[in-house]
């Protein structure tokens, strides 16, 4: 699941093009994607139907701000969500989280990464890749 702040901005686009990019590699890996942020149904569809046919995955209108407050990503000031990134196992565990700037746009690829490395189960080390071996407890 991930938070940005708003539609029709700069960054925003970026990060869910790159998501729908990778959308069927994350679907081969039993992963589903879901985006959130504070604006309406209108303006997702608006914004959508404009400039982003390709996204297929969902993405909510927290206009109540349920979802932002929930997941500790809600700027009070500006009612906007961070960017936020949650990675949740099919348990409904928690497994990683990063919140960032929102000038600065994640990187897809490492959001890949992560939730390969933490489908192996095992110990993955800071340039860890698929098909890597785990590093083994002694």
């Known amino acids: ?3 940005y702040p708003r539609d029709f901005t700069f960054v925003c686009p970026t990060e869910i093009k790159g998501f729908a990019k ?3 590699e994350f679907k081969k890996i039993d992963t589903e994607i879901l985006a959130a942020s ?3 149904v209108n303006s997702h569809k608006a914004w959508f139907e404009r400039d982003l046919d390709m996204v297929t995955f969902p993405v909510l209108a927290d206009t109540a701000h349920t979802l932002t407050r929930d997941y500790e990503v ?3 000031d500006t009612g906007e969500a961070e960017r936020g990134t949650f990675i949740i196992d099919p348990e409904g565990n928690l497994r990683y989280v990063v919140i960032s700037d929102g000038n600065v746009g994640r990187s897809v690829e490492e959001t890949m990464r992560v939730v390969k ?3 192996t189960g095992g110990l993955c080390p800071i340039d ?3 098909g890597q071996e785990n590093l ?3």
């Open 128 to 130: 860890w890749e698929p």
């Open 74 to 76: 809600l700027s009070e």
């Open 1 to 3: 699941m991930f938070f």
């Open 22 to 24: 990778m959308y069927d």
């Open 117 to 119: 490395a933490l489908q």
């Open 136 to 138: 083994k407890k002694e």
């Open 38 to 40: 504070t604006d309406s």
